[in-house]
């Protein structure tokens, strides 16, 4: 009987051991599981409304084009006014999306590209066709 409860004491010390530290893991931020969480907890920019980009406006995307990769800024959005539209659709209020990008590593456009960046997982984005401004390629995005 004195074996049990010294292996029962053995057994409960180390499971309460495993719980405190699995406790104070979990409250850290800033760990590796804790941002592939918080990447997972936030919407798809895909799928995200004009708020969520606005937090975004300078921001760094890689797009991954006929070349290789690149990246794009986010230059501005502007809000599209289209009383006629459905109020049932994917987003409250469409918007359009202004990327700047090095015009000589530039996709071609018009179709659809893997675009990543840091705060969210990867998505698929169509880009119309590149301009140029100033010596920029500029690329739209449209959000219905």
């Known amino acids: 009987m004195s074996q049990e409860i010294h292996t029962s004491r053995r057994k409960f010390i180390a499971g309460g051991i495993a ?28 799928q995200s409304e004009i708020d969520d980009w606005e937090k975004l406006v ?11 990769k690149t990246t794009a800024t986010l230059a501005a ?7 006629s539209r459905p109020s049932d659709l994917a987003r409250h209020q469409p918007f359009y999306a202004f990327f700047e990008t090095d015009l000589r590593t530039a996709p071609e456009g018009n179709k659809t590209y893997r675009i990543t960046h840091a705060s969210r997982t990867p998505f698929d984005l169509f880009i119309g ?10 690329f739209v995005a449209v959000f219905n």
């Open 19 to 46: 719980t405190a530290a699995a406790v104070s893991l979990s409250a850290c931020d800033g760990g590796a599981v804790g941002g592939l969480t918080a990447l997972a907890a936030a919407p798809p920019l895909s």
């Open 58 to 68: 300078g921001a760094t995307f890689v797009v991954v084009g006929e070349s290789g």
């Open 77 to 83: 959005l502007e809000r599209s006014m289209d009383l």
């Open 129 to 138: 066709k590149i301009a140029e401004a100033r010596g920029k390629g500029v």
